[in-house]
């Protein structure tokens, strides 16, 4: 998942959340709009038979079917609970939940990361330009 703040002065303030998985792009702007595949939805939508995408209480719920779920808020904060199933399974900077927090701190390429802010700046996608 990306979340991206622009701060860029000839860029207007704005908020995506980016969930890529298998099946398809779900994005869900700071409108709490939802796009699936590029196409505008309206919540209840599937991309396939594994991603459902949810709307509850002004809240975006993208949820697959091997049970790790993104909740996005209209204060653009995400939660990402998963499964026990995906234990190890995991990298970017939610760690790779294997109950050691130790090794969670990994950039993409395998280094260890001095901090948690280093970890989300290398996660982040490269492709919005002038975002933080």
Known sequence: MEVSNCRDTNVPTAT???VFVREGVVSVNSNMEVW???LFN?????TSDSVTVTSSRGNVTITH????SVTITQDGEATIPVTSGL??????????FNGNP?????????RDARSVGEVVDMWKSQDFSGCD
């Open 16 to 18: 995506a959340a980016i």
């Open 42 to 46: 309206q919540p209840p939508t599937t």
């Open 65 to 68: 079917r091997s049970g790790m």
């Open 102 to 110: 130790r090794d969670d701190l990994k950039l993409p390429d395998g």
């Open 36 to 38: 699936v595949n590029g």
């Open 87 to 96: 234990a190890s399974r995991l990298c970017a900077s939610c760690g790779n």
